[in-house]
């Protein structure tokens, strides 16, 4: 048998020489989960011995990442907002980037229950359901939020996601297109829809590309296609309560059009954005 450090060396050696960034990341990732262990007790133990069939099963998922399949994919789960969700191909991995719509989102929850008021919340595009689930668990005084997709794997994918952080009861999943399956109007709504442009597909990391599923990345030439038509239901589909807020993650490109955009369907609303880690814009807050 070969030693953890031994192993996790010709792990992270395998992944340097496929071109993968971050390879002794990715390979103690792997290692931990094929031991059943958190990483920092691998580096608490270096000596231990990995058996036969486990270091097998270690090199196996070292081939599948050295062929781009994500980590989270080859685990079956990521971190997202300090909660471990599960996640497959069947919906997005997410991103550090989209707890900022999270934390945009408990803002005005908790500035609507200072005054005195419970709001309505809807997730529409949930996918995994990290962003109500996110909510629910964070903010206990909600009695129950809708989180809408189209997709049934992904709804699946959420509702083992909800059971795993007991917010089942209170995180009501809808199937459906866009606003459409929502039974009454909300007070918020948060969105992560498909804002990638298929004319950007070239720039994409090729892991995302050939792995994530496409139905949720992009949406027609400059991704805006579905954020369009997300725009105009919010104005006639009746489903937003007077004074509603709508939560949105953009593109890096997309402010400007998008600020038009919301500006022309609703002329009367207050329109703010934020920019992520990187400086690049990524929320939109339209204050209806």
Known sequence: MTAIRDVMQQGARALRDAGIQGARLDASVLLAHVLGVERAWLYAHPEREVAPEEQRRFLALIERRAHGEPVAYLVGHKEFYGLDFVVDQRVLIPRPETELLVDAALAVIRQRMADGQVPLVADIGTGSGAIPIALAVTEPRLPYLYASDISAGALAVARLNCQRHHVEDRVRLLQGDLLAPLPEPVDILTANLPYVGLEEMDVLAADVRAYEPHV??????????????????????????????????????????????????????????MKDYSGQDRLLQIFV
């Open 216 to 273: 949720a990345l992009f949406s027609g030439p400059q991704g805006l296609d579905l954020l369009r038509r997300f725009a105009a239901e919010t104005r006639r589909a009746g489903k937003l309560r007077p004074g509603a807020a709508l939560l949105l993650e953009i593109g890096y490109q997309q402010r400007e059009p998008l600020i038009a955009l919301f500006q022309a369907i609703w002329p009367q609303a207050a329109i703010t954005s």
